[in-house]
């Protein structure tokens, strides 16, 4: 629901469905604007130092907005200090119009800290990530900076193996829209049958992107597909 100028910790939720499926009929957590998992608008209006913080906990279900800011865990974050997320994972169908993520709608924190952490749908049948513009894999749109990533307990930081599509513009394997955002690709996994898809600015980690930062070594395994195949 809706949380304004507080606290908020989340810690061993666990958020499951019997129904996994795609299909358009079928939404187990859905709306209009707004609409998350675990939260959907949190939002801090006042002069003191909010944070959200959500430990050990996922959410495996389809999550719908018939407008913005639609995401797994949370629609939409704003103006909050910190957020911090360790091994939370989500498995969600998610869809909505503008601002769409796997994991969260929108972030605009302070600083945002991520361990061992996924968006993944491999073993269901919900396996995307879809709305119109600024739809990426973990957050539709960000103008968060300052972004931490804590490898732990033998995880990386964030494993993302998930489906990104948007139908006009900006989708990311990553994120969709950023402003002042950084990842470090030593502390990421990025399933390589990811498929990320727009008519228009569509990239495997940012989909539009304004002073932002990718760094760290990276190998992808593709098996056989090591060589673009010739043509027949």
């Known amino acids: 629901g809706l949380v304004k ?64 800011y639609v995401g797994g865990i949370a629609g939409y974050v704003g103006d909050a200090e910190h957020l911090y997320l360790t091994n939370v994972t989500a498995s969600s169908a998610v ?63 964030l494993y993302m193996s998930i489906d990104v599509a948007a139908s006009k513009r900006y989708a990311g394997g990553f994120a969709g829209l950023a402003n002042g955002c950084e990842v470090l690709l030593d502390c990421m996994t990025f399933n390589p049958a990811m498929l990320v898809k727009a008519p228009y600015a569509c990239g495997g980690v940012y989909g539009k992107a304004s002073y932002v930062g990718i760094y760290g070594d990276y190998k992808v395994d593709f098996g056989t597909y090591a060589t673009i195949p010739k043509e027949n």
């Open 5 to 68: 100028n507080t606290q908020l910790t989340i810690k061993n939720a666990e958020l499951i469905h019997t129904s996994y499926t795609t299909s358009s009929t079928t939404t187990v957590i859905g709306g209009g604007y707004y609409v998350g998992g675990l939260v959907g608008y949190f939002a801090n209006y006042t002069s003191e130092d909010l944070d959200l913080t959500i430990e050990n906990s996922s959410v495996c279900c389809t999550v719908r907005g018939s407008g913005d």
């Open 95 to 157: 869809s909505g119009g503008m601002h769409v993520g796997g994991m969260f709608g929108t972030i605009d924190a302070d600083e945002v800290e991520i361990a061992a952490c996924a968006v993944t749908t491999e073993n269901l049948n919900a396996t995307s990530v879809t709305g119109s513009e600024n739809v990426g894999g973990f957050v539709g749109s960000t103008s968060t900076w300052t972004w931490n990533y804590v490898n732990k307990d033998n995880k990386k930081a």
